[in-house]
């Protein structure tokens, strides 16, 4: 994140005339995911055939028992919900957790617009100002925008592709901690990378977390996407029970990404309720979604291994293909449905905006999310880029071929 200093904010209203804009505003990144869209549509409009594979939205069809949930809702009112959600929504959650051997009460756990609400209720809740969290890098591009909005720092610690970007040594990450860090906050299964940490990882994090007093905030979004080794939730960690914040949400696992229920869970009485308080002051989430989902809930596996299923073809069509290309780096990603690759460029972002700007191949593009964006040190992932798994795999074929051609014509 980018700050700037009191001079340059002077110097800034001098030159408007008008009063600025916050420097949370300013700072806040753009999305390295969403700002080449508005490009790619135009691309498509003149003809161009463009491959998605900037994004982590689900291609596969959201199963009927939503819309038939829906239209069979008796309601005679659409009112507000509870702060912390519908009743029949928290006994679907928690029949969802205790699928995992997760037991969880109702009261410990409040329903959130999205996973992005549960992640910033809960830095919100465990940081003041100017404090920082652990993160490892790359990660979701969105924690950079959520601790702008939490006005805290993140305290990155780089990861290598050559490990699969496996965390590093106890020692290496205790380096990292200073007086100010409050958490630490996994992804697990990891966007952008697709590792699965291991549970000898997890309580790696844990005895840390014990010995310097911290919160272990967890991302499990992609929880069944877990291809070759099964996923361990901080909830499975007893020792931690009091520090543990399991962030969640409906989106990807049951294909209903523009539903935006998620949900944060944890057995600390005082994160729960500090959530709830926030909860309170946005009002509710949306009834007719929560109520869409309980089906969902109560019988996941149902509906998600398909979906798995499909993903797993997915990721081995991409990590096959990528052999065929030149100079790439790359790994076999566990879970999830990215993989972050290493280009022979120099600048990832140059290489995006020219293949989704400039570029064809057969009258095709690629759309790709530059890897800078997945970092919160400068200048780290200058040559990577992160891909999601978005299209059938034939498609998918078709789309590395074209990566592979714009490689081959592209100028430094």
């Known amino acids: 994140m980018t700050t ?32 080449l869209y508005a490009t790619a549509m135009l691309r498509k409009e003149k003809g161009i055939k463009v491959y998605p594979l900037n994004i982590g939205q689900p291609d596969l069809p959201t199963s009927p028992v939503v ?19 519908l009743p029949q929504a928290l006994q679907a959650w928690r029949d969802y957790y205790r699928t995992f051997d997760i037991d969880l009460e109702e009261r410990e756990i409040i329903v959130t ?13 465990v940081c003041d100002y100017g404090d ?20 805290i720092k993140l305290n990155p610690i780089p990861l290598k592709i050559q490990d699969g970007f496996h965390l590093p040594p106890a020692s290496e990450i205790e380096k990292h901690i200073t007086s100010r860090t409050k958490a630490i906050l996994i992804c697990n299964p990891s966007n952008p990378t697709g590792t699965i ?29 877990a291809y070759d080794t099964p996923v361990t939730s901080v909830l499975h960690l ?20 523009g539903a935006r229920i998620g949900a944060l869970a944890s057995h600390n009485k005082e994160i729960v309720q500090s959530a709830f308080k926030f909860g309170m002051a946005r009002l509710s989430v949306a009834s007719i979604e929560q109520l869409a989902l309980v089906p969902l809930l109560t019988s996941p596996r149902t509906y998600t291994q398909p979906i798995v299923d ?45 293949l989704i700007e400039e570029f064809e191949h057969d009258g095709e593009t690629v759309l790709l999310a530059p890897g800078p964006g997945f970092y919160a040190t400068k200048n780290a992932g200058s040559n990577e880029v992160r891909l999601a798994f978005m299209l059938q795999a034939g498609e998918l074929s078709k789309a590395l071929v074209v990566i592979k051609a714009a490689l081959s014509s592209y100028r430094q």
């Open 4 to 35: 700037l200093t009191q001079d340059q904010e002077t110097k800034v209203t001098a030159e408007t005339g008008s009063p600025t804009i916050s420097t949370r505003a300013r700072s806040t990144q753009d999305s390295p995911i969403r700002k």
């Open 67 to 85: 819309f038939e949930t829906i239209r069979n809702l008796k309601l005679s009112t659409l009112s507000y919900a509870p702060s912390n959600g």
């Open 113 to 125: 617009t999205g996973g992005s609400e549960a992640i910033i209720f809960s830095l919100c809740s």
């Open 132 to 151: 920082d969290v652990i993160v490892f890098e790359p990660f979701y591009t969105n924690y950079n925008g959520f601790a702008s909005i939490a006005n």
């Open 197 to 225: 940490y291991t549970r000898e990882e997890l309580q790696c994090l844990a005895q840390i977390a014990l010995k310097h007093d911290l919160f272990l905030l967890s991302d499990e979004v992609y929880r069944e996407f």
């Open 238 to 257: 007893s020792e931690i029970s009091d520090r543990a914040v399991v962030l969640d949400s409906t989106s990807k696992r049951f294909n209903v990404c």
């Open 310 to 354: 499909e993903f797993r073809k997915r990721r081995d069509v991409v990590y096959h293909d990528l052999a065929s290309i030149p100079g790439v780096t790359y790994y076999m990603p566990e879970g999830a449905f990215y993989i972050m690759v290493g280009l022979p460029v120099k600048d990832s972002e140059r290489f995006a905006r020219w």
